[in-house]
């Protein structure tokens, strides 16, 4: 496994570089990013950002709000924040990905006299309380993992920043964001800063004591390349933010795979226009099933045999069945 450097703290820069690496550095290489960005928000694929996010708060505080590719919800990072960036070839089933790849940061920890452990769909727990949310993005046979680690962040900023569903939080059986979540460092027996533990997780994960002789540094061509795409996409309210027209309907349950929200219109009997929002993972785009239901009838049996007709709708949300998608939307 390769290490990419990268010390930008510019989330538009960071999130643009996965992205180059991803679909443009050697598919038959293995490589890992560890990075941390000024105050952000960072909205999941799937999501509408503007129910996401307390939008006073983040323009009163200059927070910057950008997109990821990878589906989950919203998170906050500042720089009291790690994040780690895995980019390989997978055609494993997500559940089994996201134990594999957050297992180098538990034993990081474990052997710095932490106890934490794998929680729930995507998470990292101490003591119940999470410090660590994963995501991924495929394409073909490849797959980029994210994740965050609280490390010694604000976490006052977090519960402001973000608009957390209520059902979300009693799905979880706490009260509020701030006791829901944690930093690491109060738990080290011996204090170390972020960069100090950047270098322990990068140690762990390679094997290598000696990696920083080997790390990838990116080239003129490559800053060039990223600094293009954080300009065409990473930096655009269309990617952002989006456009959606005015819903005359909105539908939201949460199941085991996550919240569904689905925002439509009828007319005359008919969906003319459906989004789908939520903090569900999947494979394959949403666009895809709102394309299929556009301008079809809105009856029960009609929807259900249209998604029916989709060879790998588990593909499209993990642990969302079809028969949770028709609860959602008429019931």
């Known amino acids: 496994m390769i290490s990419i450097r990268n010390e930008c703290k510019d989330p538009h820069f ?52 950008v997109r990821r590719m990878s589906g989950g919800g919203a998170v906050y990072h500042d720089l009291g924040n790690l994040n ?19 297992e180098p940061v538990v034993s990081a920890l474990d052997k710095l006299g932490v106890k934490a452990e794998f929680s729930g769909r995507n998470d990292i727990t101490i003591d119940g309380r999470k410090f660590s949310g994963n995501a991924q993005h495929y394409s073909k046979n490849r797959l980029l993992h994210h994740g965050t680690i609280l490390f010694d962040s604000d976490l006052t900023v977090v519960q402001e920043a ?13 009260k509020s964001v701030r006791s829901r979540v944690t930093n690491v460092a109060p738990y080290l027996k011996e204090k170390i800063t972020v ?23 990116l080239t003129e061509a490559d800053l060039a390349a990223v600094r293009a795409l954080m300009e065409k996409k990473y930096l655009t309210w269309e990617w952002n933010y989006g456009e959606s027209p005015a819903f ?22 008919y969906l003319i226009d459906l989004k789908i929002y939520g903090d569900f993972f999947g494979k394959k785009d949403p666009a895809d099933i ?21 060879d790998d709708f588990n593909e499209y949300f993990s642990g969302i069945t079809i028969d949770n998608f028709i609860e959602c939307m008429f019931y």
């Open 14 to 65: 960071n999130l643009a570089l996965e992205e180059y690496v991803f679909y443009n550095f050697d598919p038959s290489e293995e490589y890992v990013i560890l990075w941390q960005n000024e105050p952000s928000v960072i909205i999941g694929r799937n999501q509408n950002t503007i129910e996401e996010i307390n939008a006073k708060f983040i323009k009163e505080n200059n927070i910057h709000v």
């Open 84 to 102: 780690f960036t895995f980019i390989v070839n997978s055609d494993q089933d997500v559940a089994s990905n996201f134990r594999k790849f957050t």
């Open 162 to 174: 973000l608009n957390v569903k209520i059902d979300k939080l009693q799905s979880k059986g706490v």
């Open 195 to 217: 960069e100090e533990f950047k270098d322990v997780l990068l140690k762990f994960i390679l094997n290598d004591e000696h990696y920083k002789d080997k790390e990838y540094i």
């Open 248 to 269: 005359e309907i909105e539908k939201s349950r949460r199941f085991d795979g996550g919240n569904l929200s689905l925002k439509f219109n009828v007319e005359d009997g």
């Open 290 to 310: 709102e394309k299929l239901l556009k301008n079809q009838l809105y009856q029960d049996e009609s929807i259900r045999r249209l998604l029916k007709s989709i």
